[in-house]
C-alpha cells in the first residue's frame, strides 16, 4: 500500500538551445564587426616606444587591446618597427606564433636558433614557430624600416600564448630591475609585484630536448601512434631547414587575371610558415586590379602611390604608407589614381582559411592589362 502512495517525481523539463538563432547572432555579430574602418591611415597613428626601447608603429593590435573591435581584422596583427643604425630592434624572445616581416627601408640580418639571414630593403623574411630571434641593423648610419605581422590572435585563441623573453635592453618605468647572483640584471619586478624573468621556458626546453634526442622521435614510425611522436621531431626539423628570407630580386613577376604580382610566401615555396601567405603587386598608372572574394583576410601595406580600393561597393582612399584590410568575404579591387606613376603594395594574406578547408578565390574581373581584359 505504501508503495503505492508513492509520488513519482515529475522530470525536469530539458533546457531548450536554440543553435539556429545563436549561431545567427553570432553571424551577425561577427558581420558588423568587419564593418569597421578598412584603411590604417599612417599619419592617424602615433609612434610609441616600449621596454624594448624601439619605435613602433600600432597599425592593427592584438585583440586585448583598447581597440580590440575597431579594425575589421581577426587572425592577425600589423605594425612598423624602426631599428636605429648598428643596434636591434628589440629583445631576444620567442613565442608560440608565426611572424612576417618585409624590409621598406635599411639593410640587416636575423639570429634565428643560431644561424644568421641577411635581409635589405624589398625582402621579406619569416619568423617560424618558436624560434629564437632577434633583428639587428648592419648599417652604420642608416636606421631600417619594418613592417611586420604576427598571428597571435589565432595562438591566443587556442591558449598558445607564452612568450620567452630572454633579454630587454631598458627597465620600463614602473619596475624595478632584479639581479642575479653576479649583479646582473635576470628581470624586472613591478611596482604592483609582477615579475617578469629573462629565459627559457623549462617545459619548452623539455620538449625541445625530446624531440631532438629521444629515439622514439630518431627512429622510423611503425605504427599510426609513432608517426604523430616522429612528427614532433619533423616538425622542429622543418623550420630549421628552409629559408627565411624570400629575396625579392629573385622572384619573378608574374602576369595574372589579378595583375601583376610577386609571389613571396606561398605553399609552394617552404619558409617554414604553415600560416602565411605574402605577395608583392604593381598597379600601372591609372590602371587598376582584378576583381575578386576569398575567405581568408588580407592587409596591405602600400608602399608606393595613391589610389583607392573598392569593397562591396564602398570607396576606401589610400595613399603611401598606409595599411589596408580586407576582411574575409569582400568582394575587393585596387585602383591606381595617379595617371603617371605604379602603385605598388605588400599584402600579407592568413592560410587560416585555407587550412579549414576555404582557400580557394572567386576571380570575378580580370585586369585591363591580361589578354581579354576589360580596358
Known amino acids: 500500500m505504501e508503495r503505492e502512495l508513492e ?3 515529475e522530470k525536469e523539463p530539458l533546457a531548450f538551445f536554440d543553435s539556429p538563432r545563436e549561431r545567427l547572432e553570432w553571424d551577425i555579430s561577427m558581420r558588423r564587426r568587419i564593418m569597421g574602418p578598412r584603411v590604417v591611415k599612417s599619419d592617424s597613428i602615433p609612434w610609441v616606444t616600449s621596454s624594448t626601447d624601439r619605435l613602433h608603429k600600432q597599425f592593427i593590435w592584438p585583440p586585448w587591446q583598447e581597440t580590440q573591435y575597431k579594425w575589421p581584422i581577426r587572425t592577425m596583427f600589423a605594425a612598423e618597427q ?5 643596434q636591434t630592434a628589440a629583445l631576444r624572445h620567442r613565442h ?55 598571428n597571435s590572435y589565432i595562438y591566443t585563441f ?27 640584471t635576470i628581470g624586472f619586478r613591478y611596482k604592483d609585484g609582477f615579475e ?25 614510425a611503425k605504427t599510426t601512434y609513432d608517426h604523430y611522436v616522429t612528427r614532433l621531431k619533423d ?57 575578386h572574394r576569398h575567405l ?17 561597393g564602398a570607396r576606401w582612399e589610400w595613399e603611401a604608407e598606409d595599411v589596408v584590410c580586407i576582411p ?16 605598388k603594395l605588400v599584402a600579407f594574406q592568413s592560410r587560416l582559411a585555407m587550412a579549414l578547408g576555404h582557400g580557394g578565390i572567386e576571380h570575378l574581373e580580370d585586369c585591363p592589362e591580361f589578354p581579354g581584359g576589360v580596358p
Not at 82 to 86: C, E, H, L, T, Y
Not at 296 to 311: N, R, S
Request: charged share 25%; net charge negative; hydrophobic share 35%.
Open 158 to 184: 587556442a591558449g598558445m600564448t607564452h612568450v620567452d623573453s630572454l633579454k630587454l635592453p631598458r627597465t620600463p618605468p614602473d619596475a624595478d630591475p632584479i639581479l642575479g647572483p653576479g649583479g646582473e
Open 82 to 86: 624602426v631599428i636605429p643604425p648598428r
Open 96 to 150: 608560440y606564433n608565426e611572424a612576417i616581416f618585409y624590409v621598406i627601408e635599411g639593410k640587416g640580418h636575423e639570429i634565428h636558433d643560431g644561424i644568421r639571414y641577411d635581409w635589405e630593403a624589398g625582402d621579406i623574411y619569416t619568423i617560424p614557430v618558436y624560434a629564437d630571434h632577434q633583428h639587428l641593423n648592419d648599417s652604420d648610419t642608416q636606421p631600417a624600416r619594418l613592417f611586420f605581422s604576427a
Open 296 to 312: 581568408f583576410e588580407e592587409i596591405h601595406l602600400i608602399t608606393e602611390g595613391k589610389g583607392y580600393d573598392i569593397h562591396d
Open 235 to 291: 616538425e622542429f626539423e622543418f623550420t630549421l631547414k628552409q629559408p627565411h628570407v624570400v629575396k625579392q630580386r629573385d622572384v619573378p613577376w608574374e602576369d595574372t587575371r589579378m595583375g601583376r604580382i610577386k609571389f613571396m610566401v606561398h605553399p609552394g615555396r617552404t619558409t617554414g610558415m604553415y600560416l602565411y601567405d605574402a605577395f608583392i603587386q604593381e598597379i600601372p598608372p591609372g590602371s587598376r586590379s582584378g576583381k
Open 196 to 220: 617578469l624573468r629573462f629565459g627559457l621556458d623549462p617545459a619548452w626546453e623539455a620538449r625541445i630536448r625530446y624531440a631532438t634526442a629521444n629515439p622514439l622521435c630518431t627512429t622510423p
Open 7 to 9: 509520488r513519482t517525481k
Open 328 to 343: 574575409t568575404g569582400v568582394v575587393h579591387q585596387h585602383f591606381n589614381a595617379d595617371p603617371r606613376q605604379p602603385a
